[in-house]
C-alpha cells in the first residue's frame, strides 16, 4: 500500500476531512427511478412500472449500502490503508449486493420486462456520471 497515496506512510493518520454529501446521489437515483416509473405506468403500465421500479431499486440499494460502508460506517478510518481496505470491501460489498438482488429478482418476478428492467438499472447507474454537482459543498 506504500505510495498509493503520495506522501502519506500507511500507518501516518490523515487529517480529518470532512464527508461529502454523497447520499444526495442515492437520493437522485432514488428520484430517477420514481419519475421513470411513474411516466412508464402512465405510457405502458404496471408491468413497466414494476421493471422501471425494481431495476433502479436494485441500482440504488447497492449504491447506498456502498455510500454508508464507505463514507459513513467508520469516519474516523484516517490511515492510508485503513481508507484503501474499507474502499475495497465497499465495493466487493456493493457487488456482491448487485449480483443477489439482480438473481432475486430476475427469478422471483414474473411479470417482469427484462429489456425495461435493466435499462432502468442501467439509467440509474448513469446519475452518477451527472450527480457528481450535487455533492459538492
Do not use: M
Amino acid at each position: 500500500f506504500d505510495g498509493l497515496v503520495i506522501g502519506v506512510s500507511q500507518n501516518q493518520p490523515i487529517r480529518a476531512i470532512n464527508n461529502p454529501p454523497v447520499y444526495r446521489i442515492a437520493l437522485a437515483q432514488l428520484c430517477v427511478t420514481l419519475i421513470l416509473a411513474a411516466v412508464g405506468y402512465g405510457i405502458a403500465g404496471a408491468v413497466v412500472a414494476l421493471s422501471i421500479l425494481l431495476g433502479g431499486s436494485v441500482c440504488c440499494i447497492s449504491n447506498s449500502l456502498y455510500i454508508w460502508l464507505y463514507f459513513y460506517r467508520h469516519p474516523a478510518q484516517r490511515s492510508a490503508r485503513s481508507i484503501l481496505r474499507t474502499a475495497y470491501w465497499a465495493e466487493l460489498s456493493k457487488l456482491l449486493l448487485t449480483a443477489v438482488l439482480l438473481v432475486t429478482v430476475l427469478t422471483a418476478v414474473d411479470s417482469l420486462n427484462v429489456l425495461v428492467f435493466f435499462a432502468a438499472f442501467f439509467l440509474s447507474q448513469l446519475v452518477y456520471w451527472v450527480a457528481p454537482p450535487l455533492v459538492k459543498n
